[in-house]
């Protein structure tokens, strides 16, 4: 599974690049939009999100999930919005 996250964010972040050099608007918009999708799955891989464990650390848990890339994702997600607005 690992290596399918890998090639996607690969093949987003080629596809971005390929679009920016070019030399019109409406692809420039669009690899700037596909390297932003890359960079978000990036980040939000690298938290390795665990399900059903608790967002917060506390004494009583063993397995916690870091919010921190959750969070770093969802203010990308805000700042690429406004670039492309």
Not at 36 to 53: D, K, P, T, W
Request: aromatic residues 10%; proline residues 4%.
């Amino acid at each position: 599974m690992e290596w399918l996250v890998a090639i996607a964010i690969g093949v987003m972040t080629s596809s971005g690049v390929y679009l920016v050099l070019r030399a019109r608007t409406f692809p420039l918009v669009l690899g700037l939009t596909l390297i932003s999708y890359a960079v978000n799955v990036f980040l939000f891989v690298m938290g390795r999100l665990q399900i059903g464990e608790a967002a917060i650390i506390s004494a009583e848990t063993t397995k916690y999930t870091d919010p921190l890339p959750q969070a770093l994702v969802l203010t990308a997600i805000v700042i690429a919005f406004g670039m492309t607005a």
